[in-house]
């Protein structure tokens, strides 16, 4: 099995891969308009463009035809030369889920995304957290010595997607300026990641009892800090 079929396999089929999207959801749905027009750039497997086609007009850009081979279906999809797949289109709403990280120049992309946003436009984005791999490192990983060359900000990858490069928020909002700020930020995956008993994971009460522990350190500024991922909603300067 090829990395990215594992990746599709975590995203669909375990425990911690459907908790990772019922927060994100909690947290992005309620700012999704019905009718919205969501441009989901880096759409992967489509599972997001999927979930929120259900009351959005949802157009999803995908240049990796692995991940295009498993990706699901019912909102428009497209690859190639992102600009001229999506020719003049306008969204509401930018889609930018774990997509920055693996970009050679994410500022300059976001330049050329933020020209598509309609007036009151934003951006949705997951980043990784730097602190949040230390932590995983060090308690899920057993691996201190992996916790500490990330705390010193060693070169990161992915399993799946190679090199990534890690940015905080402040770097963030000056690739955003003028234009757009950081509106919002949660906390994404704050404890649930830690643990390795994946046998508990599979449990009814634990998800529930997960899922209410989650979604009130997402907010919590001490507990988002740690998370493995922050959820950023920006909104028009």
Same mark, same amino acid.
């Given at each position: 099995?090829?990395?990215?079929?594992?990746?599709?396999?975590?995203?669909?089929?375990?425990?911690?891969?459907?908790?990772?999207?019922?927060?994100?959801?909690?947290?992005?749905?309620?700012?999704?308009?019905?009718?919205?027009?969501?441009?989901?750039? /880096?759409? /992967?497997?489509?599972?997001?463009?999927?979930?929120?086609?259900?009351?959005?007009?949802?157009?999803?850009?995908?240049?990796?035809?692995?991940?295009?081979?498993?990706?699901?279906?019912?909102?428009?999809?497209?690859?190639?030369?992102?600009?001229? &797949?999506? /020719? &003049?289109?306008?969204?509401?709403?930018?889609?930018?889920?774990?997509?920055?990280?693996? %970009?050679?120049?994410?500022?300059?992309?976001?330049?050329?995304?933020?020209?598509?946003?309609?007036?009151?436009?934003?951006?949705?984005?997951?980043?990784?957290?730097?602190?949040?791999? %230390?932590?995983?490192?060090?308690?899920?990983?057993?691996?201190?010595?992996?916790?500490?060359?990330?705390?010193?900000?060693?070169?990161?990858?992915?399993?799946?997607?190679?090199?990534?490069?890690?940015?905080?928020?402040?770097?963030?909002?000056?690739?955003?300026?003028?234009?757009?700020?950081?509106?919002?930020?949660? /906390?994404?995956?704050?404890?649930?990641?830690?643990? &390795?008993?994946?046998?508990?994971?599979?449990?009814?009460?634990?998800?529930?009892?997960?899922?209410?522990?989650?979604?009130?350190?997402?907010?919590?500024?001490?507990?988002?800090?740690?998370?493995?991922?922050?959820?950023?909603?920006?909104?028009?300067?």
């Amino acid at each position: 099995m090829s990395t990215i079929e594992q990746y599709h396999q975590y995203v669909y089929e375990t425990p911690w891969g459907a908790m990772f999207y019922r927060l994100l959801w909690n947290q992005l749905d309620p700012l999704i308009e019905p009718g919205a027009r969501v441009l989901d750039f /880096g759409s /992967g497997f489509g599972h997001t463009a999927k979930h929120l086609a259900a009351k959005a007009q949802v157009t999803a850009y995908e240049p990796d035809a692995r991940m295009l081979a498993l990706a699901a279906t019912g909102f428009t999809q497209t690859t190639g030369d992102w600009a001229t &797949a999506l /020719g &003049a289109q306008r969204f509401d709403w930018i889609v930018l889920h774990n997509v920055l990280e693996y %970009v050679a120049d994410p500022a300059g992309l976001l330049r050329q995304l933020t020209a598509r946003l309609t007036p009151n436009g934003r951006f949705s984005i997951v980043r990784h957290n730097r602190l949040g791999h %230390v932590f995983a490192a060090a308690v899920l990983q057993d691996d201190p010595a992996q916790a500490l060359a990330a705390y010193e900000q060693a070169p990161l990858a992915s399993q799946s997607f190679g090199a990534m490069n890690l940015y905080d928020n402040a770097q963030l909002a000056g690739w955003l300026a003028p234009r757009q700020r950081i509106a919002m930020t949660w /906390g994404l995956r704050t404890v649930f990641g830690l643990s &390795a008993n994946s046998a508990i994971k599979a449990t009814p009460a634990w998800q529930t009892q997960m899922l209410a522990l989650e979604r009130r350190l997402a907010l919590d500024p001490v507990a988002r800090e740690t998370a493995f991922f922050q959820y950023v909603v920006t909104a028009a300067q």
